[in-house]
């Protein structure tokens, strides 16, 4: 009684609540409720759409297939996108492709965990080139769950195709508000293990204490990326520095004040004592060398 009653409520969970998909693969020329909904008994089972003569894709509005399906019992349907797509998967063997993709991933993101990657021709295909090259992909697609690859042909000729990588990347967030240029360290963020989806810029991977400072003010719970940060300055304006001068085997060394920031290897404007301004390269914490 107790297992029944589990089930009636997972169902209805089911029926109340789903995300569409932008993509859906189908194997024949017709578009069934079991390719959307999961767990569809056969008896159940019924025909949304079909594919035109000789037509591998069936593109509708997200609204009209909502519609669609709250008329079979399905509520609670939302979506992220505009149109839903369906693509006849062509009988071809795509590994060579997907290793690429995988590998195009794993060489971005450190201990990224790849579950599935799908990769489907832009125009239907019988088969595969014989011989092949992959081309190489475009220097933004590893921001995004989905993108675009190509391969080329002896004869020179590009095909290109569609991807789709489902996947587990590290991330880090601020633990709480940081000011600009505050120090980012293992105390005031947090690592994240998220679904790869869209970001604006690579996130930030490691984080080493007294190594990166903050561009712009961030908020509690931001994602921080590279666009986020920079290296520490290990000179602050106004601060004193000690300078060190070097001819042959004779070192002098003495304060001075700061006239900017600097990173490491930076090369700034120190002032002396007496006022003069003198060019440094800023080598550590509060210390240059006469450049």
Known sequence: MYIKIIFLL????????????????????????????????????????????????????????????????????????????????????????????????????????????????????????????????????????????????DKNKKIFFNYTIQAYVNTFVLRNDLQRDGELSTLNTRKNSIILDKFRAMPVQTIENGTLELKHTMKKGELLTLRDVESLALIRRDSSVNVTLQNGSIVISFSARALQDGRKGDVIFVENDKGKKIKVVVVGKNKAKVK
Not at 100 to 114: P, R, T
């Open 10 to 153: 997972l169902f209805a969970l089911q029926l109340s609540a789903l995300e569409l998909q932008r993509n859906y693969f189908i194997k024949e020329d017709t578009i069934k409720l079991s390719h959307i909904i999961e767990g569809v008994n056969s008896s159940d089972d019924r025909v949304l759409f079909s594919l035109s003569n000789n037509k591998h894709i069936k593109r509708v509005t997200a609204k009209k297939l909502i519609g669609m399906l709250k008329k079979l019992g399905y509520k609670d349907i939302h979506s992220k996108y505009p149109y839903i797509q369906f693509n006849k998967i062509s009988p071809i063997d795509t590994t060579k492709v997907k290793e690429y993709v995988i590998e195009h991933y794993k060489e971005k993101y450190k201990g990224i965990l790849v579950k599935d990657v799908k990769i489907y021709p832009r125009t239907y295909m019988d088969t595969m080139p014989k011989n092949y090259t992959l081309v190489k992909l475009r220097s933004r697609e590893h921001l995004s769950n989905d993108g675009i690859v190509a391969i080329k042909t």
